[in-house]
């Protein structure tokens, strides 16, 4: 299957610093990739959707100016946590939909990435 | 709207005991369906898929998935529940919304095993 990696696994941070976060696809190109948010015991709830060349598409609620995406590559997808307090801590989780070759079918499966756990002190 | 729905916040099985995991959906098409287990401060693992044919489907591990279209529920069922199956389990549908696809989760299953 295709491999989403994302680095660093997990990162400290000062209160008021920014923090970025990568989410690489390793064997596949993907056009769309999407950041989630995971609280301790909770679902992953989706922040936004990051488009190659294009902005991203935020989810209700969800601060773009806070969370800023950047897909400038087919293989990259970065979400930075600019000015991060301690409410940002979290687990951040990437994927990437690997839509194939031309006329593939699609089975609509993202791949996930290991997450990143921020804490911010 | 779509949403997913895990009634069972959590789940406790005796080792070797069989297992469902209950899921419902609401989407207003056929949706994509899947199955993902997450063991603590780890990413997610994919167990099962559905998104046409039979509508039973075999994952991995010894987990089977069943789509019942009627009932807009995709449950998970294992016969014979291991220690290591201990983990969280998430339902989710995607779902192709204004041009746009979405992956939406369920709020997961905590899954405990007895010895």
Not at chain 2, 73 to 85: C, G
Request: hydrophobic residues 35%.
């Amino acid at each position: 299957g295709a491999v989403v990696s994302q680095h660093p696994s997990w990162v400290i941070c000062k209160s008021g610093t920014s923090v970025k976060i990568e989410c690489r696809s390793l064997d596949f190109q993907a056009t769309t990739m999407f950041w989630y948010r995971q609280f301790p015991k909770q679902s992953l709830m989706l922040m936004a959707t990051s488009n190659e060349g294009s902005k991203a598409t935020y989810e209700q609620g969800v601060e773009k100016d806070k969370f800023l995406i950047n897909h400038a590559s087919l293989t990259l997808s970065t979400l930075t946590v600019t000015s991060a307090h301690p409410e940002d801590s979290s687990f951040y989780i990437c994927s990437a939909r690997d839509l194939g070759p031309a006329g593939s079918f699609d089975t609509g499966e993202l791949f996930f990435g290991e997450g990143s756990r921020l804490t911010v002190l | 709207a779509q949403s997913v729905t895990q009634p069972d916040i959590h789940i406790t099985v005796s080792e070797g005991a069989s297992l469902e995991l209950r899921c419902n959906y609401s989407y207003g098409a056929t949706p994509y369906l899947f199955w993902y287990v997450q063991s603590p401060g780890q990413g997610l693992q994919l167990l099962l898929k559905y998104f046409s044919g039979d509508t039973l489907v075999q994952g991995i591990k010894g987990f089977e998935a069943e789509f019942k279209r009627s009932q807009s529920s995709f449950n998970l069922r294992k016969p014979s529940v291991h220690w290591s199956d201990a983990a969280e389990y998430f339902c989710a549908v995607g779902a192709h919304l204004m041009s746009s696809y979405k992956l939406i989760f369920g709020s997961g299953t905590r899954l405990l095993v007895r010895p």
